[in-house]
């Protein structure tokens, strides 16, 4: 069975610096993964996903990740953040194994919180 | 807007009461969910309809019911329910896995429950 971990529950940044939330998984089988963005009072919004090819992909507001086989990493980053970003942060996993269900796994989530 | 559209966003309730809670999705999407967030919990998944068809209980008690009567709502009925249970209820949809394998989920806003 598939599993996320992200290693920090809170990420305390000043404004304009970069950012990298981290994120862990363990499968047995190729996996999907994505990244999602939970605003306060808000739902999940998909960020960024990565399916295949490049490793690394680019998703909206300027926030991109990597993909790492050997290191089962799929680490988030920004380069500047921003007021707004301010949120918390989903790592998901899916199994790539074929099936009817679409069953995602979800990490803990990292509080992003940035401070003028 | 998110393009599913849960409702109400509040809801308080005894633990005698029964009340319901509405998803709504104007996507085209063929499958639902529901996921319940707690703090400091990663999300759960507690139901998936895949063209109105229930293929996914995840051991959900049965204080929650879900219904599906079509591909475009989805409503989770609520009965006898414990303290425990106050949580943001997520309402998602995709596109089935096996039609677009990729698709990802798109989230409502949710419904914030407390059981008193």
């Known amino acids: 069975a598939q599993s996320v971990t992200q290693l920090d529950s809170q990420v305390p940044v000043f404004e304009e610096a970069p950012v990298e939330l981290r994120c862990n998984y363990s499968?047995?089988?190729?996996?999907?993964l994505f990244w999602y963005v939970q605003y306060p009072n808000q739902g999940l919004q998909l960020l960024l996903k990565?399916?295949?090819?490049?490793?690394l992909v680019k998703g909206i507001n300027g926030f991109e990740a990597e993909f790492n086989k050997s290191q089962t990493s799929f680490h988030l980053r920004k380069p500047s953040v921003h007021i707004s970003d301010t949120a918390e942060y989903f790592c998901a996993v899916r199994e790539n194994s074929g099936g009817s269900n679409y069953k995602l796994t979800f990490g803990k989530g990292t509080l992003l919180t940035v401070n003028p | 807007e998110t393009g599913v559209t849960q409702t109400p966003r509040h809801l308080v309730m005894g633990m005698t009461n029964k009340k319901s809670l509405k998803c709504e999705q104007h996507l085209g999407h063929n499958a639902m969910y529901w996921y319940k967030q707690s703090a400091k919990k990663p999300l759960e998944l507690m139901f998936v309809y895949n063209f109105k068809e229930q293929t996914e209980n995840n051991s959900v008690p049965s204080r929650f019911s879900p219904e599906c009567p079509n591909s475009s709502h989805l409503f989770l009925h609520l009965h006898t329910l414990q303290p425990e249970d106050s949580a943001l209820y997520l309402c998602?949809?995709?596109?089935?896995?096996?039609?677009?394998?990729?698709?990802?989920?798109?989230f409502g806003n949710g419904t914030r429950l407390t059981v008193t």
């Open positions: 499968s047995s089988v190729s996996v999907y």
């Open positions: 998602a949809s995709s596109q089935v896995p096996g039609i677009s394998y990729n698709s990802p989920l798109h």
């Open positions: 990565y399916l295949s090819g490049s490793t």
